[in-house]
């Protein structure tokens, strides 16, 4: 029997509502919004990308709609994304009055790294190798 092969992984984040994250990821970080689905006068799905890099983002609401079911919600997030970039001193700039979640530091496995929460309540991390 032939071996699967991953091919792509792509985080689908689950929110209240998608609007509060997009300004982090669009106008800060210059990502693009790929593909777009209203529910009602809100967003209920959204795929953003950039440099081969895609990010899903969808309400609790469409998921539930989606399922047919109520499911139960996390009281705080379990997700947080981690992402290597090549300047993180540009991506330092572009979150300039952002409040860290993480402030500028080395680790012991040789990244400089600086996180953000974005509107959904995630952290995200990003990093280059020190």
Known sequence: MPTAVTK?????????????CL?????????TKTVDVPEGDKLGFVILAKDGAELMYQTWA????????????????SAALFIEVSDLNEVEKRLAGIPLALARRTT??????????EGGGHMVVFAQPA
């Open 62 to 77: 469409s998921v539930e709609k989606d399922l047919g079911t109520a499911i139960r919600r996390p009281q705080s997030t």
């Open 8 to 20: 792509k992984l792509t985080p689908v984040l689950m929110v209240d509502e998608i609007e509060s």
């Open 108 to 117: 012991f496995y040789g990244m400089h790294e600086i996180g953000v929460l």
């Open 23 to 31: 300004p982090l990821w669009v106008d800060r970080l210059g990502w």
